[in-house]
C-alpha cells in the first residue's frame, strides 16, 4: 500500500488551515498598525495645519506661536514645566481616586436600598449640574488655598460618571445568574462580589477612562483659582505675562498628563477585564 497516497487527503486540510491562521495573523497586524498609525497622522495633520494657519496669516507669536517655538520653549523651559507639572498630577490623582471610591461605594449603597437611591440620586445630579468654576471659589473659601481644595475639585469632576455607571453596571447582572444564586441561598454579600461586581467592571471602566480626563481640568481648575504651582497656576502667569509660547506649552503638558492617566486606566481594564473584547482606544 502506497504510504504516500493515505496521507494526501490530510494535507490539504492541514495547508488549509495554516494558511486561514496566517491570514488571520496578518489581518490582525494591519488592525494594529492601524490602531497606532491613525493617531499619529490625526496629530500630524493637527501640527501641520496649526503651522500652516500661524505661517500662512503671519500671526504674531504673542498671540498663537508656531509649533516649532512650543517644542523649543518645551525644551528650555522644562525644568519650569516639570516643576510644576507635579503638583498637578498629585491633585488629579488624588481627586481621581478619592472621587471613584466615593461613587462606588454610594453606588453599592443605592444597588442595595432603593429608598436612598431614590432620595440621593437627585442631590449628586444637582451637584453636577453646578458649574465646577463656581464650585471652585466656595471649596477655597471653605478649605482654605492649599491642596485640599484642589483634590476636592478633582473628585467632584470625576464622582458622577462613576456613579452613573457603577450604578448601571451593578444592575446589569444576568437576571438568570441573579435568580439561580438565589435559589442556591448565595448571600448578598456573595451576590455583589462573585457576579454584580464582575458585570459592572465594563461599565466601570468606561467611567474611569472619563474621570482620568476629568481630573486633571479639575486640578488645573481648582489652581485657577488659588494657587503658586501647578500648570493651573502657570497658565495663569503665563497669560497676564502674554508669554504664548508658554502658554501652550502649559497646555501641552496638561494634554499629556491628561492622555497618560487615561492609557494608565486603559492598560489596567486589557488586563483586568479580560472576558470582554477590546477594541482599539
Known sequence: MNTSTLHTPLAAPEIETDAGALAHRARMQ???????????????????????????????????????????????KRAILLDNLIPTALEAAGGFLLGNLV????????????????????VALIFNAIPVVAEAPVLVLI??????????????????????????????ANPQALELMRVLSASKTEVFFKLRL??????????????????????VVGEWIGATRGIGALIIQATYNFDSALLYSAIVMSACLSGSFFLIIAVLERAIVRWQPHQGH
Do not use: Q
Open 198 to 219: 464582575f458585570s459592572s467592571l465594563p461599565y466601570l471602566f468606561s467611567a474611569l477612562r472619563i474621570a482620568a480626563s476629568m481630573s486633571v481640568i479639575g486640578a
Open 30 to 76: 494591519r488592525k494594529l498598525w492601524r490602531t497606532r498609525l491613525m493617531p499619529a497622522l490625526g496629530v500630524f495633520v493637527l501640527l501641520f495645519g496649526w503651522w500652516a494657519i500661524v505661517t500662512g496669516l503671519n500671526v504674531k507669536p504673542f498671540i498663537a506661536p508656531s509649533p516649532f517655538l512650543v517644542l523649543e520653549t518645551l525644551y528650555a
Open 103 to 122: 461613587a462606588i461605594v454610594m453606588a453599592t449603597i443605592f444597588v442595595h436600598n432603593k429608598t436612598l437611591h431614590e432620595i440621593f440620586f437627585p
Open 143 to 172: 478649605m482654605g488655598n492649599g491642596v485640599e481644595p484642589k483634590i476636592a475639585i478633582a473628585a467632584l469632576v470625576c464622582f458622577f460618571p462613576t456613579l452613573v455607571n457603577m450604578v448601571r453596571g451593578l444592575d446589569a
